[in-house]
């Protein structure tokens, strides 16, 4: 048990002591400031209205209650109204490398989850074309919010969700067929809302060679199929190239031939929330706190279809059928006004489904710039950047850690000339520069970085500010690892990452490894900030090189 969870739980009895609830929320945190102490908690605060009692009093009568090994904590202070702040033993603050060691790359590491299922769909682009920067963000975002997850003991099924159906299919099978007819020499336009991109008329070429029985292209339904299919395998690459993968992929037809769709109607109908108006069925979510009711399908006379909000609620019953208690959707913020809808119609079912779910995770816009000019055209995709094209200049891992750089619900500017630049005002870089130096100490003493456990070497020689700051920092990442993972925001991360970055080039720079009385203990320290740093970028799917 680290020292935080140790004083958190010393914490949490004494409060139980002095008749808190049980399963008080014991917060404690590293403040920013280290004249503050090693760690502090606003407990007394927190707990003053439960007690009736003015908070330094409960943090006076938490001091004098609490429980703590000895050797753990040197000074314990009472500041400002009642926050309580501890000041650690050197030798407990050292004593954490030898953890870290250890645990190696499992460090960071817990089984929070332990083990329920959890499905994180995200990216779900319509087969209309290559996937853009938007989607690449939604790609890096989704894929860092399973691997966060993951590593706190959620068992992740990573999920994409074809549309393969609808106005935009029909348009794109229109625009291949047009391609086609140009193919031959006839003039032929592409129609109203259809593709414009190099890719459609890629298509044409290879419908044309493998249907030899059409090459016309008269079969608008063949055609449908091989654009779908081959944009599909298009897609398939591009997230291939940007080290993303999926453990099922669902298709909006199958909800239709399963009968899934007319199920959930049935259902909906079933539950009394639905009524007839003007020849369309309508669902009564404004039993349910939404705005104005919504239709569900359409009039015979505009066609009879099921608006798009009856497929995607039927989607999320296979979920919550296929045993996922907890779904995470991650897409982009043009999707806000589904939220509502979907959650709204799954609680019209009446199945139990609780009232946040899915869970949702929004991302704005990207816009790149390169030069100190916007880039919006892909010669291949015609409109738009596509995130091939992004990974083929800076590469993927600037890509990815760009893109998880900020919250996802802040508009991102994506600047090119930055993410190539070899310089500490890359992040990426200069993370991975600390890595490389880290692996450069022990390249130049000729030894293995994973030679030593710590064994039998004083620690207590750590004893630069620098040097004890940088263990507090390392010490540090299991909690943030599950902080991160509970607020679906793997920016924390990055922003951890910069910030050990930042201690370990500073003691680089400053203190000398080999040859000196300290070595033995500085390559503990080296061996640690190496792993640590590596984890964290294994997290996020990006390389920790040991060169540069």
Not at 423 to 431: G, K, R
Request: aromatic share 8%.
């Amino acid at each position: 048990m680290t020292a935080l969870e140790t004083i958190r739980a010393a914490l949490a009895h004494a409060a139980s002591r002095l008749g808190a609830p049980p399963g008080v929320d014991v917060a404690l945190e590293r403040p920013r400031d280290p004249t503050h102490g090693d760690l502090a908690t606003n407990l007394a605060l927190a707990l003053a209205k439960t007690l009736g009692q003015k908070p330094r009093a409960i943090a006076e009568r938490l001091v004098a209650t609490i429980e703590l090994p000895r050797g753990l904590v040197r000074k314990t202070e009472i500041a400002g109204p009642g926050f309580i702040n501890f000041f650690l033993e050197t030798a407990e603050v050292v004593g954490a490398l030898p953890t870290i060691l250890a645990a190696g790359a499992a460090y960071g590491r817990a089984a929070v989850g332990n083990r329920r299922p959890v499905n994180v769909e995200f990216v779900s682009a319509n087969p209309t074309g290559p996937l853009h920067v938007g989607h690449g963000r939604q790609a890096a975002l989704g894929d860092a919010i399973a691997a966060l997850l993951e590593w706190t003991g959620w068992k992740v099924t990573r999920e994409f969700y074809y549309n393969d159906g609808g106005g935009q299919i029909a348009n794109l099978a229109r625009s291949v067929q047009a391609r086609i007819a140009q193919l031959s020499g006839k003039s032929v336009d592409i129609p109203e809302g259809g593709y414009h991109g190099e890719y459609i008329r890629e298509i044409a070429e290879r419908y044309v060679a493998a249907h030899k029985e059409d090459p016309a292209g008269k079969n608008l339904d063949t055609v449908r199929r091989f654009a779908v299919d081959a944009l599909r395998e298009e897609q398939d690459r591009d997230l291939q190239a940007f080290g993303v993968r999926f453990d099922v992929y669902a298709l909006e037809s199958a909800l239709y031939t399963s009968g899934k769709v007319d199920e959930t109607e049935a259902r909906l109908v079933a539950a009394g929330h639905t009524y007839e108006k003007d020849g369309a069925r309508w669902l009564r979510t404004t039993d349910f706190g939404d705005d104005k009711d919504r239709v569900m399908r359409k009039s015979a006379e505009k066609g009879g279809d099921y608006t798009y909000f009856v497929p995607d609620v039927a989607y999320h019953v296979t979920k919550w059928e296929r045993g996922f208690s907890r779904a995470i959707n991650v897409q982009g913020a043009d999707h806000h006004g589904t939220v509502r809808r979907v959650r709204v119609g799954l609680q019209a079912l009446e199945m139990g489904i609780p009232e946040g779910y899915p869970e949702y995770v929004l991302h704005q816009m990207v816009t790149v710039m390169k030069g100190g000019e916007e880039v919006k055209i892909s010669k291949r995709a015609g409109s738009y950047m596509t995130i091939r094209d992004l990974v083929d200049e800076v590469g993927r891992d600037a890509v990815r850690y760009f893109f998880l750089m900020r919250k996802s619900d802040t508009h991102f500017v994506f600047d090119v000339d930055l993410a190539k630049s070899q310089t500490e005002e890359n992040p990426v870089f200069y993370v991975q520069m600390a890595h490389a130096r880290m692996s450069g100490i022990f390249r130049v003493a000729s030894r293995e970085p994973d030679s030593g456990t710590g064994a039998g070497v004083d620690l207590a020689l750590l004893t630069q500010p620098e040097e004890i700051e940088l263990v507090k920092e390392l010490a540090d990442f299991p909690e943030m690892v599950q902080r991160a993972a509970a607020a679906l925001e793997p920016n924390r991360i990055t922003t951890y990452l910069e910030g050990l970055a930042r201690l370990a080039h500073a003691w680089y720079h400053k203190y000398r490894v080999l040859g000196e009385p300290e070595e033995a203990a500085r390559l503990v320290l080296a061996r640690a900030v190496q792993q640590v740093l590596a984890n964290g970028l294994s997290l996020l799917g990006i390389r920790a090189p040991e060169r540069m």
